[in-house]
Structures are given as C-alpha cells and as structure tokens.
C-alpha cells in the first residue's frame, strides 16, 4: 500500500497553550494538535482540493520552552492576564476582568500527516497544494492556541511506508527530534499490581533518590502525562443552553490522560509506528487518539482505568 504524506518541518509556535489537561501542565495535549491537523483540512478542502482527506498524524517536537521563571533551584510558572477594560460604573477607572489564567509555552515541532486524494506521485497538483498549505499556515493557523511564526517548506512524500524512504526522506530530514508515542502499556502493566490509575501514571514518573547516588526511574525513556482525548459523561443533547454552535449536539465531556513517550526518530523502523489515530468508541463513550501499533491494546480492549 503506497502511504502518501505531508511534511511540516520544523514550525515555530508561539505562546501555545502548555495546560494540556485539568491535571498537567506540559506539551500541549495531543487533541489540541490534532484539533489544528483536521482544521488544516477543512480549509484545504474548500479551497479547490475537496478530496483530500488527512488521515492520521504524527508529531515530532524538535525544542520546548515552558513560559516560567527561575531564581536558583526555584522555579515558578508564569502565568498570562487579560488586558485592562473600562470599569462600567465608573468610566475613568479600569479593572482586571475575571479570566481562567493560562500556562504558555513555546516551541518547534514537524507534523508528519497520512492524506488520501487527488495529490499523489502522478499528478501535478503537487505544487499548488504546497502553496495553499503555505499560505494558509500563514494566514489563519493557530496550533494549541499559540501563534504560527515561521516553517520550513513542506515537503511531499511517496511510497513513506517503505523503510528506506522512511529512514532516507523522513528521519533524516527531521533529526534530531523526538516523536510521542502512546506507553499505555506501562499503565497496564502497573494496574496488574493492584495499583489505580493515578498511581500507576506516578510510579512510572516517579523519580528516585537514595544518599549518594543519583536518580533513577522505574522504566526507562522520556516518559509524560498527556491527554489523548475524552470521556462523555454525559448523554448526547440537541442545545445546551449558551453553547457556542446551536447546530451541533452537546455533551459534556472529561479529559483522558495516559502515559506517553518522546523517542527519538532513528530508534523508529517504519512510519506506522508514530502515526495517530482518531477513534470513537461508542459503548464507553470514547473520543480518542491511539496508534496502530500499541502493545496487545486493541480498540476493544480499551479500559478506563488505563486513564485519569
């Protein structure tokens, strides 16, 4: 099967959202990136290429800034104001309006995104979608709230599911970097052992000290929480009072946070490996992103308890 893809090397975010779930703060949640891959689509697709279809995605992030500050040891998150607005009882007066404070960050990170349509090796197309997807970054992209600063030229690749041009054309264009990955296997493996899910995601970011020694973890690798999706908790309604988009069902929803993994890209062997995927899972009422090759983790063998 020829796996056609679209690079977006090396994007410079600014002031991204860094509060990816209720419970951590960190690399932006893998719903919001997911989130700017399908918004991304849907402008390309009412802008002359309607069958293009993006698939599934993968990020690699190459740098990572949390907004904070430091003074010694001692570090403290900065978080973000809103701006000053006139006071209604008293116009010569300003205040502070009520905000929920947001944790930013900065970073570089490439999209690799699997699409599907009229684009492909024997086509010219080729070009003029390169230039809609440049303009259109440019133009009217946000990714995880933050702004789109600059990227270099998005490329196209064919046949990336052949593992010479996987480690030729996709690896060495991206290197260094660190893809995420799904580690629920290591949530389960800590459920085996009685633990629940919040303990199990701490025992394996735990770090250890004993006296004259340093540091060591329970498992090895760059292991972090992060949100992959949602829970209903909820039924489905046709309004909500005050909701944004009166055409839309409503349900409310929770955060999903597993345990995730920043590996390093040569340690990769074929694409499938890092790609997302969404998924539905109607009788839990899962919205999700999983991978395809997530150990003995099949769609039908999702638990809540893997989450928090």
């Known amino acids: 099967m020829n796996t056609s893809l679209l690079i977006l090397p090396h994007i410079i975010i600014n002031n991204a959202n860094a509060w990816s779930s209720p419970y951590t703060v960190g690399f932006p949640s893998l719903t919001s990136i997911g989130g700017a891959v399908h918004c991304l689509q849907r402008k390309i697709c009412s802008c002359g290429f309607p069958s293009i279809a993006f698939k599934n995605f993968g990020v ?57 349509g009229d684009v492909n090796e024997s086509s010219d197309l080729g070009n003029g979608f ?22 270099d030229r998005p490329r196209l690749i064919f ?36 633990n629940d899910a919040l303990d199990s995601l701490l025992d394996s970011l735990v770090i250890n000290f004993e ?14 929480p992060i949100c992959t999706g949602y829970m209903g908790v909820t039924s489905i309604v046709p309004h909500a009072l005050n909701q944004r988009d009166d055409c839309t069902p409503h ?13 390093m890209l040569h340690k990769f062997k074929e694409i499938r490996e890092l790609l997302w995927r969404s998924n539905y899972i109607e009788k839990d009422n899962y919205y999700v992103y999983e991978q395809f090759d997530n150990s003995s983790l099949m769609d039908d063998e999702l638990d809540e308890d893997f989450f928090i």
């Open 251 to 263: 349900r409310f929803v929770e955060s999903m946070v597993t345990l995730g993994e920043f590996r």
């Open 211 to 224: 006296k004259d020694s340093a540091g060591t973890k329970n498992h090895k690798g760059w292991l972090v």
């Open 130 to 151: 390169i230039e809609l997807i440049i303009s259109t970054l440019h133009d009217s992209m946000r990714i995880s709230s933050g702004d789109v600063i600059s990227f």
């Open 159 to 194: 046949h990336a599911n052949e593992p010479k041009v996987f480690r030729q054309k996709i690896v060495g264009l991206l290197m260094p970097g660190y893809a995420l990955i799904e580690r629920k296997d290591l949530v389960k493996n800590s459920l085996d052992n009685q």
């Open 60 to 116: 690699v992030s190459h740098k990572f800034n949390l907004r904070e500050s430091r003074s010694g040891y001692d570090s403290s998150i900065v978080l973000t104001g809103n701006p000053l607005v006139k006071d209604k009882k008293n116009p010569q007066k300003y205040t502070r309006p009520p905000f929920i404070a947001e944790i930013k960050c900065q970073m570089d990170i490439s999209l690799i995104i699997e699409f599907e």
